[in-house]
């Protein structure tokens, strides 16, 4: 009788162990080691897993990112890219925003979102993207429209943190699960705290949805991140 006893015991303990390592696995591990942006500061690469379907991720340009996906593949559709203008209330595919007057127009204009916004992405396969150099610096001058816009939080941005958008007027917010591939928030109506927090623990290379109730200027301060010649006393 004892030995049955210690036998059912051994098979709960065996069980409690097996459910364990599978929450562990397939629940915890998987946030721990396969994030959706992984950037590192030593060389400057930024890295995304991206989703089948819809996922977010920072404007990309020039020859400065590579990818698993074949995206811009001849034989196969695998996926294209829009970019959201808060100015003409529209999506440009990526090909388009560099033939179009208004774009380029907004781009001399300094407009935040056509240097250091964000993607839409639309993908038939999971697969990674990555910007070999995501480190860039702009002017401390960069605007940003009236209206929705994508929101990239670059290397630059998260090192003055939530503080960027003193200037700004924030209505609303949101923010797009990749994985889950439907909106974090069913109503956009979270409060700007949950904002701020939400965007100062995101890791660098994520993206935000932020309704602006007027232009303004980002709080870059970018002269204040740069070296600093020694100082004579």
């Not at 696995?25 to 721990?32: S, Y």
């Not at 698993?68 to 695998?78: Q, T």
């Not at 056509?114 to 070999?132: E, P, Q, S």
Request: glycine residues 6%; hydrophobic residues 40%.
């Amino acid at each position: 009788m004892k030995k049955v006893s210690i036998l059912i015991i051994g098979l709960i303990a065996l069980l409690i162990v097996i459910v364990v390592l599978v929450i562990w696995n397939f629940v915890i591990t998987p946030n721990v080691i396969s994030p959706y942006a992984i950037y590192d500061p030593d060389t400057k690469k930024a890295t995304f897993h991206l989703k089948k379907g819809w996922s977010t991720m920072p404007l990309i340009s020039g020859d400065n990112f590579g990818n698993n996906c074949e995206i811009f593949g001849k034989d196969e559709f695998v996926g294209v890219m829009w970019i959201w203008s808060p100015t003409q209330k529209k999506y440009y595919h990526i090909g388009e925003a560099s033939q179009s007057q208004e774009f380029q127009n907004d781009f001399n204009n300094k407009y935040y979102y056509t240097t250091y916004g964000g993607l839409f992405v639309y993908l038939t396969k999971d697969c990674d993207i990555w910007i070999n150099d995501y480190s860039a610096l702009g002017p401390d001058n960069f605007k940003i429209a009236e209206g929705w816009q994508l929101v990239s939080k670059n290397p630059t941005i998260a090192n003055k943190g939530f503080d960027v958008f003193n200037n700004c007027n924030i209505e609303k917010f949101n923010k797009w699960d990749n994985s889950l591939q439907k909106w974090v928030y069913e109503s956009s109506s979270a409060s700007i705290d949950e904002l701020s927090n939400r965007f100062n623990q995101a890791e660098i290379g994520e993206v935000f949805f932020i309704k602006f109730s007027n232009e303004c200027v980002l709080n870059l301060g970018i002269s204040d991140l740069l070296p600093q010649p020694p100082a004579l006393e």
